[in-house]
């Protein structure tokens, strides 16, 4: 089982910025591509960034100029800076991880960290 831990989230005022970390953690996997999702209350669940294994990344465009998402392949870890905040970018923000892991053959996994939470304050 793959497993995602995130870290970073916070207040912050309009105009500053967070930086989110998240560390994926298991045995015998393999990670194609690592990203961040927000949520509001009442919406869906939207892409905000990701990033492949090949450093591919695709950004929302409404974050593009403002928001930069960063892995380590190495490390299974993917960041996402977070600048020129508004009040618009208040959700909760959750990791999510795809790719395959060994049991007795390789099989896929698409799996979410629990969240974290981001409020910008105007």
């Known amino acids: 089982q793959v497993q995602l831990v995130e870290s970073g989230g916070g207040l912050v005022q309009a105009g500053g910025s967070l930086r989110l970390s998240c560390v994926a953690s298991?045995?015998?996997?393999?990670?194609?591509?690592m990203g961040w999702y927000r949520q509001v209350p009442g919406k869906q669940r939207e892409l905000v960034a990701t990033?492949?294994?090949?450093?591919?990344?695709n950004y929302a465009d409404f974050v593009k100029g403002r928001f930069t998402i960063s892995g380590d392949n190495a490390k299974n870890t993917v960041s996402l800076q977070m600048n020129s905040l508004n009040p618009e970018d208040t959700a909760v923000y959750y990791c999510?991880?795809?790719?395959?892991?060994?049991?007795?053959?390789?099989?896929?996994?698409?799996?979410w960290g629990q969240g974290t939470q981001v409020t910008v304050s105007s």
């Open positions: 990033i492949t294994s090949g450093g591919s990344t």
């Open positions: 298991g045995s015998r996997f393999r990670i194609n591509r």
């Open positions: 999510n991880a795809a790719g395959t892991r060994r049991i007795l053959s390789w099989i896929d996994f698409d799996t």
